[in-house]
């Protein structure tokens, strides 16, 4: 049998928190599945979506949604019109997807936040403001060429 030493006993804990610190930390993150159609419903292949975070902090309260103080604070409409927010010039676009054949776009592993999606391509353009919650699925739908109806998307666990 070794005797433990107290120098040896140092070094073996410094080894145990040394590997601790390596220890991925997980990030809570979720979900954006969202499909881009027409204003008669039919899917709409090749359009560009980039996520953005909103401007403006959930405690602000404004109601800029246009939904009666439902979603207070998730963005900045300007004139209080009920509109999403325009992404400012040089905001940082947080994740980018093209919609397939079928409409369809999935952006993966979205830290939790409030965000912009904003969609444009085949001649029309959408926004949606989306809150992503860990392990949530939030299903989007976005529409070109009127009749998007800019609300915020409820998440699906």
């Not at 997980?26 to 027409?38: E, F, H, L, N, P």
Request: zero cysteines.
């Amino acid at each position: 049998m070794f005797k433990l030493t107290p120098l040896l006993a140092v070094v073996l804990m410094l080894v145990a928190v040394a590997r601790a610190d390596d220890a991925p930390t997980k990030v809570a993150t979720g979900t954006i599945v969202g499909t881009t159609v027409d204003a008669a419903g039919n899917p709409v292949a090749d359009v560009t979506v980039n996520l953005y975070i909103a401007g403006t902090p959930a405690t602000k309260k404004t109601d800029t949604m246009g939904d009666k103080g439902q979603n207070k604070g998730l963005g900045k409409g300007g004139k209080g019109d009920g509109r999403v927010p325009n992404p400012k010039p040089g905001q940082v676009v947080i994740a980018t997807a093209t919609s397939d054949a079928h409409g369809t776009f999935v952006m993966a592993d979205i830290a939790v936040g409030d965000y912009i999606l904003d969609a444009h391509g085949n001649g029309g353009s959408d926004r949606k403001l989306v809150s992503v919650t860990d392990g949530a699925k939030i299903p989007v739908s976005l529409t070109l060429g009127g009749g998007g109806g800019q609300k915020k998307q409820k998440q699906q666990k």
